[in-house]
C-alpha cells in the first residue's frame, strides 16, 4: 500500500512537473507576444507623429534618435529596429551580451535587396526568445521590421503552479500518512490470525483430537481456517485408519505366529495319539486318545483359521454375475429362515470362491445373531445404483451394543459364544480386496451389514 502510494506520488509529481515545463513555455511565449504588441502600438503611435514616413535610415535614424532607449526602458525588453531592406536603424542594449543577437543586417535578405516574407516569428537561443515581426501601414505596406528580445527564466514557476504543488504535497502527506495507519492496521489484523493458525498448527498432534478453528469472514484468511480445518478432519481419518491398520497388522502377526507355534506340536501329538488308539488291550487307553484327537482336530481348525486370517489367498478377481454367487451361497440356507430378493443381473470383479465365504460367514453371523426364542428372518438382496452394487445382508435379531460397534471389523471380535472372531476382519479385508467397502447400520430390531462394490461392463 505504501508502495502504491510513494509510486503515485511520483508519477503525479513527474508528470505535474512536464505539464508545468510546458504551461512556463506557453506562458513565456504568450507574455513575449503581448510585449511585443505593446511595442509595435508605441512604435506605430511614435510613427503616427510624422507628417511622412521617413524613407532613407538616416530619417529613420532621426524619428528613433532617442525614442529606441525609450521604448525599450518602459517595455523593460531590448528591441532593435531594422528597415524595410534589413538594414539597422536603432537598438535599445540594456545587457552587453544581447548585442550579438541584433546583427547589423538581417540575413532574410539576400545580395538582390528583394526580402523574404516575415510576418512574425520566434526563434529560440538557448535562454532567448527572439521574435521578428512588421510594422505595417494603413496602406498595408512593411514601413518597419521589429526585433525584440526576451530572456526566459526557466528557474521562475508560476505563482499557481506553486500553490498546486504545495496542495498537491499536502494531500499526499496526509494520504501517506493515512496509509501507514491503515497498514499497520491491516497488517496487525493478518499477522494476528495468521499466528493463531500458526499456534494451531504447532499444536496439531497425530494421537489426540486436535482443534478446529472458527471465522466469520469469507475471505482469505476465512480459506485458509478452512483449509485448516479440513486438513484436521482428514487427520483424524488418517490417525482412525493408520491406527486400524497398525491393529489389522499386528493381529495379522500375532495370529501367523499362533498359528506356527499350535502347528509345530500338533503333527506328532496326532501321531501319538492315533498310535494309542490301536491299543485294543486298554478301553480307557483308547477313549483317552480318542478324546484328544478331537481336541487335537479342534486346534488344528483354530490354527488353519489364525493362518487363512493372517495369510490370505491370491485372489483370482473375474467378472461374475453377484446375484447368482450370490444367490448360489445363500440358497444353502432356504430352510434357516433366509431369503434371497434380486433386482436383476450385476455384474462385477471377484474371486467367486472368496465372495462365497464372505457370503457364508454374514448369513452365519446373522442367523446366530437371532435369539432362540425369536424366528429367524435373514434377507440378502442384491442391487445397483449408478456404478455401484450394493449387497444387504439384513436380520431381526437384537442389534450390536454401541459400546461394540466400534469393534465390530476387528480380530478376536465376537458376540457369540463360540468362535475366534476372525470371520468379519477376514470379510472386510476381501472386500477391500475387491475395491468395495462394507459397513453396517444396527438398532434393536436388527442389524443390515451393506457392501459396496464398483460394478464392471466389461
Not at 504588441?37 to 507628417?51: K, P, Q, R
Not at 454401541?402 to 478376536?412: D, G, H, K, L
Amino acid at each position: 500500500m505504501l508502495l502504491n502510494l510513494l509510486l503515485a506520488f511520483l508519477l503525479t509529481g513527474t508528470f505535474s512537473l512536464f505539464h508545468f515545463q510546458e504551461e512556463t513555455e506557453d506562458y513565456h511565449f504568450e507574455r513575449l507576444e503581448r510585449k511585443e504588441n505593446a511595442i509595435l502600438s508605441h512604435i506605430e503611435y511614435v510613427i503616427s507623429g510624422e507628417d511622412s514616413l521617413p524613407q532613407t535610415i538616416k530619417e529613420w535614424q532621426e524619428v528613433f534618435a532617442g525614442r529606441v532607449s525609450e521604448i525599450g526602458s518602459i517595455h523593460k525588453l531590448d528591441i532593435a529596429i531594422y528597415h524595410p531592406r534589413g538594414t539597422l536603424i536603432a537598438a535599445s542594449i540594456m545587457e552587453a551580451d544581447n548585442m550579438e543577437v541584433f546583427p547589423n543586417r538581417l540575413n532574410e535578405f539576400p545580395k538582390g535587396g528583394r526580402r523574404f516574407p516575415i510576418g512574425r516569428k520566434v526563434e529560440e537561443q538557448g535562454d532567448l526568445l527572439v521574435s521578428t515581426s512588421e510594422v505595417v501601414t494603413p496602406q498595408n505596406e512593411v514601413a518597419l521590421i521589429l526585433k525584440t528580445l526576451y530572456r526566459v527564466d526557466h528557474t521562475s514557476i508560476p505563482q499557481g503552479d506553486i500553490e498546486f504543488l504545495k496542495q498537491l504535497v499536502f494531500v499526499y502527506l496526509f494520504l501517506l500518512i493515512l496509509g501507514i495507519l491503515l497498514a499497520f492496521i491491516l497488517s496487525n489484523y493478518i499477522s494476528q490470525n495468521m499466528r493463531r493458525v500458526i499456534d494451531q498448527l504447532k499444536k496439531v498432534r497425530l494421537n489426540k483430537t486436535n482443534e478446529k478453528l472458527d471465522w466469520r469472514f469469507d475471505d482469505e484468511i476465512g480459506e485458509l481456517i478452512q483449509q485448516y480445518n479440513d486438513m484436521v478432519e482428514k487427520l483424524e481419518e488418517t490417525a482412525v485408519e493408520l491406527a486400524t491398520s497398525e491393529r489389522e497388522s499386528a493381529w495379522k502377526e500375532m495370529a501367523q505366529q499362533v498359528a506356527h507355534e499350535i502347528k509345530n506340536p500338533l503333527t506328532p501329538m496326532r501321531l501319538t495319539l492315533q498310535l494309542m488308539e490301536r491299543e485294543k488291550d486298554i478301553k480307557e487307553v483308547r477313549e483317552m486318545a480318542t478324546n484328544l484327537l478331537e481336541e487335537v482336530e479342534n486346534l488344528t481348525h483354530i490354527a488353519e483359521a489364525f493362518s487363512r486370517f493372517a495369510q490370505m489367498p491370491g485372489l483370482q478377481l473375474e467378472r461374475y454375475d453377484i446375484s447368482y454367487q450370490t444367490n448360489r451361497a445363500v440358497g444353502l440356507y432356504a430352510d434357516r429362515g433366509v431369503t434371497f430378493i434380486s433386482s436383476g443381473p450385476v455384474y462385477a470383479k471377484l474371486d467367486k470362491e472368496q465372495w462365497s465365504r464372505i457370503m457364508h460367514n454374514l448369513v452365519k453371523n446373522a442367523i446366530q445373531s437371532v435369539p432362540d426364542h425369536r424366528e429367524a428372518e435373514i434377507v440378502v438382496s442384491v442391487n445397483k445404483d449408478g456404478a455401484k452394487a450394493y449387497i444387504r445382508v439384513r436380520d431381526n435379531g437384537e442389534g450390536i451394543p454401541r459400546a461394540m460397534q466400534e469393534r465390530v471389523f476387528e480380530p478376536n471380535f465376537t458376540t457369540k459364544s463360540s468362535g475366534m472372531g476372525l470371520g468379519l476382519a477376514m470379510v472386510k479385508n476381501l472386500i477391500e480386496n475387491f475395491g468395495g467397502s462394507i459397513r453396517f447400520e444396527t438398532s434393536s430390531e436388527g442389524t443390515e451389514f451393506i457392501i459396496e462394490l464398483p460394478i464392471t461392463t466389461e
